[in-house]
């Protein structure tokens, strides 16, 4: 399993740092849907789902977390813990979130909007599909 993970440049001054992100430029597709988690609860374990089709990054925009990569054949896990990383998760792609810091703010940008139906969140069914 091929790990893409995006490296953005940050354009720094003296006061600080900026991040931009453009679509089909700094990020392969187009941004439909931007959201982000936090104040996520220690221990907890989220995402365990797979997208039929939906492509996104992944970037820690503060603190840390883990993402787990399972294609149905290999598992990887990936820190993200810098915010000018960027994680691509392709679709037909298990993720689980983990391991967050008290401070982490997951921000994930989305090729397309939220539909349930793209879904797949029963483990085994995702090892069936991506068998056919
Ligand atoms: P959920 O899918 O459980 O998050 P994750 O799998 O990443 O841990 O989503 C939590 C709730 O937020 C659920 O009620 C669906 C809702 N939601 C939206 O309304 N829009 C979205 O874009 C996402 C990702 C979730």
Redesign the pocket.
Known sequence: MQVIKYVFQPHGDERGQLVALEEDKDIPFAIK?V?Y?YDTVEGVV????AHKSLEQILVCIHGSCKILLDDGKEKKIVPLEKPYEGLYVANNMWRE?FDFSDDAVLM?L?SDF?NEED?IRDYNAFLSYTKV
């Open positions: 849907r959201y988690m989220r995402g365990k789902h979130m994930v989305a939220y879904y």
